[in-house]
């Protein structure tokens, strides 16, 4: 199993980034919460400001888990934890995705996400 966070972070007039996977990435071409695996010993929370300057240069401020899911792809079977988190800075470039958008959570379920993300898109739009 691969332990996976995944971070909802939310701007200052709150809306959501999402990201999509580029094309060649598994998944390619789903949208996610973008987040990295954890590497030995690392907290959920330090994983993503780590996984989120190197994927897109901005800094985070993870706050609160909102949930975990276990799902499976095929043989490969992840422990995806998400965070609610706050936007502090920097200007988003894309290394793993090849494009992203800032929404409001009612638009989240206009977009086709990784099945992994989906619980979390749920959970969202319940709360709105």
């Known amino acids: 199993m691969i332990k996976v966070a995944a971070a909802i972070i939310e701007n200052d007039e709150g809306f959501i980034l999402i990201a999509r996977r580029r094309k060649g990435k598994s998944q390619e071409g789903l949208w996610e919460f973008p987040g990295g695996k954890l590497e030995e010993g690392e907290d959920p929370a330090a994983c993503l400001k780590r996984e989120l300057m190197e994927e897109m240069r901005i800094e985070i ?16 079977h ?30 989240l379920k206009e977009f086709q996400f990784a099945p992994a993300d989906i619980k979390f898109v749920e959970l969202l739009s319940q709360s709105c």
């Open 61 to 76: 401020a993870p706050y609160e888990q909102l949930s975990t899911n276990d799902h499976r792809y095929g043989d490969l």
């Open 78 to 107: 992840i422990h995806l934890i998400a965070y609610r988190a706050r936007f502090t800075g920097g200007t988003i470039e894309l290394i793993d995705h090849d494009d992203y958008r800032w929404v409001r959570i009612k638009e």
